[in-house]
T-cell receptor, first 112, second 112 residues
Framework: DAGITQSPRHKVTETGTPVTLRCHQT?????MYWYRQDPGHGLRLIHY???????DKGEVSDGYSVSRSKTEDFLLTLESATSSQTSVYFC???????????FGSGTQLSVL | DQQVKQNSPSLSVQEGRISILNCDYT??????FLWYKKYPAEGPTFLIS?????DKNEDGRFTVFLNKSAKHLSLHIVPSQPGDSAVYFC???????????FGPGTSLSVIP
């Protein structure tokens, strides 16, 4: 699993509340990613990071922000959750030696 | 506008036969392609990849073919096994440091 841990695994929240998802890695990889998975859309990139404090937007970044203050942690924040953000969220790291992405087990988020 | 397309949402194949999963892309700048496999309630896992300088890459029962002129790639699984039943995502990126874009996925069912 390339040492990736996502927390929480499941979360139910109400519309309008802020939510933070955490991705933690143990292997010091430079690149980290947040994707969401929805039926018919596959995996869509929200934000990614290429180093501490270095982040960039992906395909569906509206309504999301990220922070990376340490190499091992990449946080995804929904500033004010909406029902359209109900999804499964996956964190991934890239192993630069072989360019493969390794994914965490996912966070199921329900916004009611 | 989807840059990576998988036009078959689902595919059903008899055990022992060949499974062919197709993927089309629109961005001619893509130069590296990957296939990921995903079981329910788990994160996607890397399956096989191919660089644009090749037209075929083989790994055991899995072979990926790339037709650059047609902007098309396919994943062949021979012989198919019930354990191959999963969702398969095609993915692509432009340069070594670029983000990876995924298709919507194809759900493969291998019938015993």
């Amino acid at each position: 699993d390339a040492g990736i841990t996502q927390s929480p695994r499941h979360k139910v929240t109400e519309t309008g509340t802020p939510v933070t998802l955490r991705c933690h890695q143990t292997e010091n990889h430079r690149y980290m990613y947040w994707y969401r998975q929805d039926p018919g859309h596959g995996l869509r990139l929200i934000h990614y990071s290429y180093g501490v404090k270095d982040t960039d937007k992906g395909e569906v970044s509206d309504g999301y922000s990220v922070s990376r203050s340490k190499t091992e942690d990449f946080l995804l924040t929904l500033e004010s959750a909406t029902s359209s953000q109900t999804s499964v969220y996956f964190c991934a790291i890239r192993v630069e030696a072989n360019e493969k992405l390794f994914f965490g087990s996912g966070t199921q988020l329900s916004v009611l | 506008d989807q840059q990576v397309k998988q036009n078959s949402p689902s595919l059903s194949v008899q055990e022992g036969r060949i499974s062919i999963l197709n993927c089309d892309y629109t961005n001619s700048m893509f130069d590296y392609f990957l296939w990921y496999k995903k079981y329910p309630a788990e994160g996607p896992t890397f399956l096989i990849s191919i660089s644009s300088i090749k037209d075929k890459n083989e790994d055991g029962r899995f072979t990926v073919f790339l037709n650059k002129s047609a902007k098309h790639l396919s994943l062949h699984i021979v012989p198919s096994q019930p354990g191959d039943s999963a969702v398969y995502f095609c993915a692509a990126r432009k340069t070594s440091y670029d983000k990876v874009i995924f298709g919507p996925g194809t759900s493969l069912s291998v019938i015993p």
